[in-house]
Protein backbone atom coordinates (compact mmCIF):
# COMPACT_ATOMS: atom_id res chain seq x y z
CA UNK A 1 0.00 0.00 0.00
CA UNK A 2 1.69 3.43 -1.00
CA UNK A 3 1.57 6.19 1.30
CA UNK A 4 -1.07 8.38 -0.66
CA UNK A 5 -3.37 5.74 -0.10
CA UNK A 6 -2.69 4.85 3.83
CA UNK A 7 -2.68 8.36 4.91
CA UNK A 8 -6.29 8.55 2.96
CA UNK A 9 -7.05 5.88 4.72
CA UNK A 10 -6.25 6.43 8.55
CA UNK A 11 -7.21 10.23 7.79
CA UNK A 12 -3.25 11.58 8.51
CA UNK A 13 -2.86 14.90 7.31
CA UNK A 14 -0.09 16.95 6.04
CA UNK A 15 0.68 20.03 7.48
CA UNK A 16 3.98 20.75 5.26
CA UNK A 17 3.74 22.14 1.65
CA UNK A 18 6.95 19.64 1.03
CA UNK A 19 5.40 16.50 2.32
CA UNK A 20 2.29 16.78 -0.27
CA UNK A 21 4.53 18.25 -3.08
CA UNK A 22 6.93 14.60 -2.57
CA UNK A 23 4.38 12.65 -2.14
CA UNK A 24 2.41 13.87 -5.66
CA UNK A 25 5.84 14.15 -7.49
CA UNK A 26 6.69 10.41 -6.24
CA UNK A 27 3.45 8.58 -7.17
CA UNK A 28 3.24 10.49 -10.40
CA UNK A 29 7.11 10.01 -11.34
CA UNK A 30 6.63 13.90 -12.64
CA UNK A 31 6.35 17.30 -11.37
CA UNK A 32 3.21 18.81 -10.77
CA UNK A 33 0.95 20.84 -13.03
CA UNK A 34 1.09 24.13 -11.74
CA UNK A 35 3.65 24.00 -8.36
CA UNK A 36 7.17 25.56 -9.25
CA UNK A 37 9.65 23.82 -6.42
CA UNK A 38 13.63 25.67 -5.97
CA UNK A 39 15.96 24.72 -3.48
CA UNK A 40 19.13 26.51 -1.75
CA UNK A 41 21.80 25.15 -0.10
CA UNK A 42 23.52 26.20 3.33
CA UNK A 43 26.63 25.08 5.31
CA UNK A 44 23.15 24.06 7.75
CA UNK A 45 19.85 24.19 5.97
CA UNK A 46 18.15 23.24 3.24
CA UNK A 47 15.54 26.14 2.01
CA UNK A 48 13.23 24.83 -0.36
CA UNK A 49 10.64 27.28 -1.71
CA UNK A 50 7.42 25.32 -3.45
CA UNK A 51 5.14 28.05 -5.53
CA UNK A 52 1.40 27.02 -6.09
CA UNK A 53 0.57 29.56 -9.11
CA UNK A 54 -2.41 27.70 -10.78
CA UNK A 55 -5.27 26.05 -9.57
CA UNK A 56 -5.05 22.85 -10.71
CA UNK A 57 -2.05 22.53 -8.72
CA UNK A 58 -4.26 24.05 -5.51
CA UNK A 59 -5.95 21.27 -6.04
CA UNK A 60 -3.35 18.53 -6.46
CA UNK A 61 -1.86 19.90 -3.58
CA UNK A 62 -4.73 20.12 -0.96
CA UNK A 63 -3.30 23.96 -0.03
CA UNK A 64 -4.05 27.68 -1.21
CA UNK A 65 -2.24 29.32 -4.20
CA UNK A 66 0.71 30.73 -2.53
CA UNK A 67 4.31 30.57 -1.22
CA UNK A 68 5.51 27.44 1.11
CA UNK A 69 9.50 27.81 1.90
CA UNK A 70 10.67 25.52 4.09
CA UNK A 71 14.12 25.28 5.92
CA UNK A 72 14.93 22.14 6.90
CA UNK A 73 17.74 21.68 9.19
CA UNK A 74 18.55 18.19 11.32
CA UNK A 75 21.02 20.52 13.56
CA UNK A 76 18.06 22.29 15.31
CA UNK A 77 17.94 19.11 17.20
CA UNK A 78 21.31 19.97 18.30
CA UNK A 79 22.61 21.95 20.84
CA UNK A 80 24.70 24.17 18.57
CA UNK A 81 25.08 27.91 19.29
CA UNK A 82 26.57 28.70 16.36
CA UNK A 83 24.85 26.65 13.99
CA UNK A 84 21.48 27.84 15.40
CA UNK A 85 22.70 31.71 15.01
CA UNK A 86 23.18 30.97 11.42
CA UNK A 87 19.65 29.07 10.97
CA UNK A 88 18.21 32.38 12.94
CA UNK A 89 19.68 34.26 10.12
CA UNK A 90 18.61 32.13 7.06
CA UNK A 91 15.00 32.54 8.30
CA UNK A 92 15.01 36.43 9.12
CA UNK A 93 16.12 36.87 5.59
CA UNK A 94 13.62 34.59 4.32
CA UNK A 95 10.97 36.54 6.45
CA UNK A 96 12.08 39.83 5.09
CA UNK A 97 11.62 38.70 1.87
CA UNK A 98 7.94 36.97 2.81
CA UNK A 99 6.69 40.43 4.26
CA UNK A 100 7.89 42.95 2.40
CA UNK A 101 6.70 45.67 5.16
CA UNK A 102 7.50 49.54 5.04
CA UNK A 103 8.83 51.11 7.84
CA UNK A 104 5.55 52.50 9.00
CA UNK A 105 4.08 48.50 9.48
CA UNK A 106 2.41 47.27 12.08
CA UNK A 107 2.33 44.05 13.04
CA UNK A 108 -0.28 41.10 15.10
CA UNK A 109 1.71 38.17 16.54
CA UNK A 110 -0.36 35.06 17.12
CA UNK A 111 0.93 32.34 19.41
CA UNK A 112 -1.66 29.83 18.37
CA UNK A 113 -1.37 26.22 20.80
CA UNK A 114 -1.97 25.31 23.85
CA UNK A 115 0.41 26.38 26.19
CA UNK A 116 -0.32 23.33 28.94
CA UNK A 117 0.47 20.85 26.21
CA UNK A 118 4.32 20.54 25.17
CA UNK A 119 4.56 19.60 21.49
CA UNK A 120 1.66 22.46 20.98
CA UNK A 121 3.19 25.49 23.01
CA UNK A 122 5.84 26.79 20.31
CA UNK A 123 3.31 29.30 19.56
CA UNK A 124 2.60 30.55 23.38
CA UNK A 125 6.55 30.26 24.06
CA UNK A 126 7.62 32.61 20.91
CA UNK A 127 5.40 35.07 22.07
CA UNK A 128 6.97 35.26 25.80
CA UNK A 129 10.25 36.08 23.99
CA UNK A 130 9.10 38.28 21.51
CA UNK A 131 9.88 41.79 21.43
CA UNK A 132 6.48 43.94 22.05
CA UNK A 133 6.40 47.53 20.95
CA UNK A 134 3.20 48.90 20.40
CA UNK A 135 2.21 49.79 23.89
CA UNK A 136 5.45 51.67 23.93
CA UNK A 137 5.77 52.66 20.42
CA UNK A 138 4.22 56.27 20.68
CA UNK A 139 7.18 57.06 22.96
CA UNK A 140 9.96 55.90 21.24
CA UNK A 141 13.04 58.19 20.99
CA UNK A 142 13.48 59.61 17.26
CA UNK A 143 16.68 58.37 17.06
CA UNK A 144 14.91 54.90 17.36
CA UNK A 145 12.25 56.40 14.67
CA UNK A 146 11.56 53.45 11.60
CA UNK A 147 13.98 51.26 13.58
CA UNK A 148 11.88 49.81 15.69
CA UNK A 149 8.09 48.43 13.92
CA UNK A 150 5.11 49.12 15.98
CA UNK A 151 4.28 45.02 17.11
CA UNK A 152 1.73 43.79 19.27
CA UNK A 153 0.77 39.76 20.21
CA UNK A 154 -2.16 37.65 21.64
CA UNK A 155 -1.75 34.09 22.42
CA UNK A 156 -5.59 33.02 21.89
CA UNK A 157 -5.59 29.30 23.55
CA UNK A 158 -7.59 26.95 21.90
CA UNK A 159 -11.32 25.91 21.56
CA UNK A 160 -11.03 23.57 24.50
CA UNK A 161 -9.98 26.10 26.90
CA UNK A 162 -11.73 29.14 25.53
CA UNK A 163 -14.93 28.00 23.93
CA UNK A 164 -14.35 30.51 21.06
CA UNK A 165 -13.34 29.67 17.59
CA UNK A 166 -9.12 31.03 17.39
CA UNK A 167 -10.00 32.79 13.99
CA UNK A 168 -13.13 35.19 16.12
CA UNK A 169 -10.74 36.27 18.75
CA UNK A 170 -7.86 37.18 16.07
CA UNK A 171 -10.72 38.54 13.87
CA UNK A 172 -12.19 40.91 16.54
CA UNK A 173 -8.43 42.17 17.67
CA UNK A 174 -7.85 42.69 13.66
CA UNK A 175 -10.98 44.98 13.94
CA UNK A 176 -9.85 47.23 16.58
CA UNK A 177 -5.79 47.34 16.11
CA UNK A 178 -5.63 47.40 12.54
CA UNK A 179 -2.36 45.66 11.55
CA UNK A 180 -0.89 45.23 8.51
CA UNK A 181 0.22 42.22 8.54
CA UNK A 182 -0.39 38.68 11.04
CA UNK A 183 2.20 36.38 11.77
CA UNK A 184 0.81 32.96 12.95
CA UNK A 185 2.78 30.37 14.65
CA UNK A 186 2.43 26.90 15.52
CA UNK A 187 3.52 23.60 15.77
CA UNK A 188 2.48 21.56 12.99
CA UNK A 189 1.97 17.71 12.77
CA UNK A 190 4.93 16.17 10.35
CA UNK A 191 4.58 13.19 7.23
CA UNK A 192 8.04 11.77 8.30
CA UNK A 193 10.03 10.67 11.42
CA UNK A 194 12.79 12.90 10.17
CA UNK A 195 11.51 16.42 9.83
CA UNK A 196 10.01 16.16 13.90
CA UNK A 197 11.78 19.41 14.98
CA UNK A 198 14.20 19.53 11.96
CA UNK A 199 12.39 21.98 9.50
CA UNK A 200 10.52 25.47 9.75
CA UNK A 201 8.09 26.23 7.14
CA UNK A 202 6.95 29.61 6.60
CA UNK A 203 3.58 29.95 4.06
CA UNK A 204 1.86 33.39 2.95
CA UNK A 205 -1.24 31.85 3.01
CA UNK A 206 -2.27 31.47 6.26
CA UNK A 207 -3.01 28.31 8.56
CA UNK A 208 -5.98 26.33 9.53
CA UNK A 209 -5.25 25.96 13.08
CA UNK A 210 -5.48 21.68 14.52
CA UNK A 211 -5.26 20.10 10.77
CA UNK A 212 -2.49 18.41 11.67
CA UNK A 213 -3.64 16.31 14.04
CA UNK A 214 -7.49 15.78 12.35
CA UNK A 215 -8.73 18.76 14.75
CA UNK A 216 -9.61 21.57 12.20
CA UNK A 217 -10.30 24.56 12.66
CA UNK A 218 -11.95 27.73 10.91
CA UNK A 219 -8.97 28.80 9.40
CA UNK A 220 -6.46 32.33 9.55
CA UNK A 221 -6.35 34.13 6.42
CA UNK A 222 -6.77 37.18 4.92
CA UNK A 223 -10.24 36.07 4.02
CA UNK A 224 -11.08 34.94 7.56
CA UNK A 225 -9.80 37.42 9.60
CA UNK A 226 -9.38 40.41 7.00
CA UNK A 227 -5.52 41.18 6.74
CA UNK A 228 -2.77 39.06 5.08
CA UNK A 229 -1.77 36.25 7.23
CA UNK A 230 2.15 34.83 7.43
CA UNK A 231 2.32 31.37 9.25
CA UNK A 232 5.30 30.10 11.09
CA UNK A 233 5.14 26.38 11.62
CA UNK A 234 7.51 23.46 13.29
CA UNK A 235 6.53 19.84 12.96
CA UNK A 236 6.32 18.33 16.60
CA UNK A 237 4.64 15.32 16.24
CA UNK A 238 3.78 12.22 13.96
CA UNK A 239 0.90 10.40 13.72
CA UNK A 240 1.70 7.05 14.93
CA UNK A 241 0.01 5.52 11.70
CA UNK A 242 3.16 7.13 9.58
CA UNK A 243 5.61 4.89 12.31
CA UNK A 244 3.47 1.74 11.67
CA UNK A 245 3.41 2.32 7.94
CA UNK A 246 6.93 2.48 7.63
CA UNK A 247 8.05 -0.50 9.85
CA UNK A 248 5.58 -2.83 7.87
CA UNK A 249 7.46 -1.03 4.30
CA UNK A 250 10.78 -2.34 5.91
CA UNK A 251 9.43 -5.51 6.92
CA UNK A 252 8.09 -5.99 3.11
CA UNK A 253 10.99 -5.01 2.03
CA UNK A 254 13.12 -7.94 3.65
CA UNK A 255 10.51 -10.60 3.36
CA UNK A 256 10.98 -9.41 -0.85
CA UNK A 257 14.47 -9.56 -0.74
CA UNK A 258 14.93 -13.06 1.19
CA UNK A 259 14.48 -16.40 -0.92
CA UNK A 260 12.76 -18.15 2.08
CA UNK A 261 10.48 -15.27 2.96
CA UNK A 262 9.31 -14.50 -0.85
CA UNK A 263 6.39 -16.73 -0.66
CA UNK A 264 5.14 -15.23 2.15
CA UNK A 265 5.27 -11.68 0.50
CA UNK A 266 3.51 -12.91 -2.57
CA UNK A 267 0.69 -13.79 -0.44
CA UNK A 268 0.90 -10.80 1.33
CA UNK A 269 -1.97 -7.45 -0.59
CA UNK A 270 -2.29 -4.08 0.76
CA UNK A 271 -6.13 -4.83 2.28
CA UNK A 272 -4.21 -7.34 4.96
CA UNK A 273 -1.66 -4.70 5.84
CA UNK A 274 -4.41 -2.31 6.43
CA UNK A 275 -5.89 -4.58 8.74
CA UNK A 276 -2.97 -4.81 10.18
CA UNK A 277 -2.17 -1.48 10.87
CA UNK A 278 -5.91 -0.34 11.61
CA UNK A 279 -6.03 -3.25 14.27
CA UNK A 280 -2.96 -1.43 15.70
CA UNK A 281 -4.42 1.41 15.92
CA UNK A 282 -8.07 1.01 16.99
CA UNK A 283 -7.83 1.76 20.65
CA UNK A 284 -7.32 5.46 19.43
CA UNK A 285 -9.60 5.16 16.35
CA UNK A 286 -6.02 6.26 14.29
CA UNK A 287 -5.41 9.99 16.18
CA UNK A 288 -2.47 8.53 18.03
CA UNK A 289 0.41 11.07 18.01
CA UNK A 290 3.80 10.58 19.02
CA UNK A 291 6.40 13.15 19.79
CA UNK A 292 10.11 13.10 20.92
CA UNK A 293 11.41 12.73 24.73
CA UNK A 294 13.45 16.02 24.77
CA UNK A 295 10.33 18.10 23.36
CA UNK A 296 10.37 20.47 26.00
CA UNK A 297 14.23 21.58 24.86
CA UNK A 298 13.50 21.13 21.42
CA UNK A 299 10.17 23.52 21.78
CA UNK A 300 12.68 26.00 23.65
CA UNK A 301 15.76 26.06 21.47
CA UNK A 302 13.20 26.55 17.77
CA UNK A 303 11.30 28.83 19.97
CA UNK A 304 14.76 30.76 20.50
CA UNK A 305 15.19 30.34 17.01
CA UNK A 306 11.85 31.51 15.50
CA UNK A 307 11.82 34.64 18.00
CA UNK A 308 15.28 36.17 16.42
CA UNK A 309 14.34 35.51 13.03
CA UNK A 310 10.91 37.65 13.87
CA UNK A 311 12.96 40.24 15.65
CA UNK A 312 15.66 40.73 13.30
CA UNK A 313 12.85 41.24 9.96
CA UNK A 314 10.24 43.38 12.04
CA UNK A 315 12.62 45.50 13.68
CA UNK A 316 15.57 47.34 11.18
CA UNK A 317 17.42 48.67 13.83
CA UNK A 318 18.33 44.35 15.25
CA UNK A 319 20.47 42.61 13.49
CA UNK A 320 22.35 39.26 13.48
CA UNK A 321 24.88 40.29 16.46
CA UNK A 322 22.10 41.68 18.73
CA UNK A 323 19.24 40.03 18.42
CA UNK A 324 19.70 38.19 21.45
CA UNK A 325 19.75 41.50 23.61
CA UNK A 326 16.29 41.79 22.91
CA UNK A 327 14.34 38.31 23.83
CA UNK A 328 12.12 38.60 27.11
Same mark, same amino acid.
Not at 76 to 101: F, K, P, W
Not at 268 to 295: D, Y
Given at each position: ??????????????????????????????????????????????????????????????????????????????????????????????? #?????????????????????????????????????????????????????????? #?????????????????????????????????????????? #????????????????????????????????????????????????????????????????????????????????????????????????????????????? #????????????????????????
Amino acid at each position: MNKNEMFRLLNVNLDMAIEAHELLRGEANAEVSGVVMTQEKSAYALVTTIVIETEEGARQMGRPIGQYVTMEAPVLLSNDYSAHHELTEILGQQL #IRMMSLDESASVLLVGLGNWNATPDALGPQVITKSLITRHLYQFTPETLKGKLREVSA #ITPGVLGLTGIETAEIIRGIVEHVHPDLVIAIDALAAGSLER #IGASIQLADTGISPGSGVGNCRMGLTEETIGCKVLAIGLPTVVNAAVIAHHTLECLLDQLKTSPALYRIYQELNPQMTQQILSEVLAPFHGNLMVTPKEIDTLIESSAR #IITGALSMSLHPEINEQNYPAYFQ
